[in-house]
C-alpha cells in the first residue's frame, strides 16, 4: 500500500515562512509527479505548485513566495512558503502520481495539513 504523509503545517504570523514536507511511502517504483493544492473554507481545491520531470508549474497567486522542491531519494516533496499572506490560509493537500511493482496510483492524495495565518 501506498500512502503520502504530509507535514510542517502550522500557525504563523503574515509575512512569515513554513516548508511543509510530503514523503511518499510502500513499495513504490517510481514517482512521475508531485505537488501541493490547497483548499480554503468555501472554496474549490486549486492547485498551488507541481513539479513533474523537471519542470515546475505555480499559480499565479503564489509565484515569487513559494518553491516547490523534491528530494527522489527519499520520496518527498517539500513546500518553501515565504511571504506568508491570510489568504493563503488553507489546508494543504499533496497529490503524486506513483507507480508501484503492482499498479499505478494516477491521483494519489494526503490526508492533507493545515496552514493558518494571522494578520
Known amino acids: 500500500q501506498v500512502q503520502l504523509v504530509e507535514s510542517g503545517g502550522g500557525l504563523v504570523q503574515a509575512g512569515g515562512s513554513l516548508r511543509l514536507s510530503c514523503a511518499a511511502s510502500g513499495s513504490i517504483f517510481s514517482i512521475n509527479a508531485m505537488g501541493w493544492y490547497r483548499q480554503a473554507p468555501g472554496k474549490q481545491r486549486e492547485l498551488v505548485a507541481r513539479t513533474s520531470g523537471g519542470s515546475t508549474n505555480y499559480a499565479d497567486s503564489v509565484k515569487g513566495r513559494f518553491t516547490i522542491s523534491r528530494d527522489n531519494a527519499k520520496n518527498t516533496v517539500y513546500l518553501q512558503m515565504n511571504s506568508l499572506k491570510p489568504e493563503d490560509a488553507a489546508v494543504y493537500y499533496c497529490?503524486?502520481?506513483?507507480?508501484?511493482?503492482?499498479?499505478?496510483?494516477?491521483?494519489?492524495w494526503g490526508q492533507g495539513t493545515l496552514v493558518t495565518v494571522s494578520s
Open positions: 497529490n503524486a502520481e506513483v507507480v508501484t511493482v503492482l499498479r499505478r496510483y494516477p491521483d494519489l
